[in-house]
């Protein structure tokens, strides 16, 4: 069993990151500059925005978090989507998920300019992605596939299946899965809250990829000997005993199904890291586009 070190997987493209922006800066060109809204105190979206802004700054990007209170109407939401719009100093930017249920998510993420669309939510960019163009991937499909091109995990000819349909990791990660190339080629059963024979399902896969939300919810007697597991789930479960009085778990059961595994992602430590580093990157590939475009 081999684990895929998401966290090791993405120091080395934050490094890679880093030596590009050196290399802007040497050459008097302006540094990718991301910007973070955030609406609300949700304790986990503080922590990954929190993530994503501590990163910036490591690797030499320029970042701004703007920080807005609960009770933001979706009028003024928009109006600061708007504004980084029309910020040229901007190269892309994330409306950090979920929003208050006062506001109307899609709205919000229509309204934000698909070159600077670094979450890849932007039906434009959600459409090319579909369809083999060039755009910005989303972070998390974008981050496991990243991880299994770098293990060098084969998925030619292997049965994926992804389960959960969310917009931002089963639906598109079962569309990247299936796309001719490498990794890709692969052929992709999507399952969900209404699939009725799951078990049968993942038996029968060579790679089981899980966007569910449910702690520990794949068993051992779920998956067949030498499966691949991707794990997505990022849940917290509260215990007292934990001095953040939580402790992080994902879909998978870990213990139990690595014993079976010949690649395992761990939570944490897996794909959540890689989230961050291919947001770093769709950021880079902005600046990269926004310069090529002035020349
Ligand atoms: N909430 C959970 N994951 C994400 C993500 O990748 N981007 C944004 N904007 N919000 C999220």
Redesign the pocket.
Known sequence: MEILDGKKVSNQIKEEITVEVAQMKERGEKVPHLAAVLVGNDGA?LT?VGSKVRSCKKIGFDSTLIHLPEETTEEELLEQVHNLNNDPDIDGY?????LPNHIDEEKVLMAVDPDKDV?G?HPTNFGKMALDMETFI???PFGIMELLKRYKVETEGKHTVVIGRSH?VGRPISILMSQKGNPGNSTVTLAHSRTKNLKELTLQADIVISALGVPKFLKEDMVKEGVTIIDVGITRVPDDSKEKGYYITGDVDYEAVSKKASYITPVPGGVGPM?IAM?LKNTLLARERHNTKKS
């Open positions: 979206s990954y994330i409306v950090q998920l979920p979450d939510f989303s972070a998390t931002i989230t947001l």
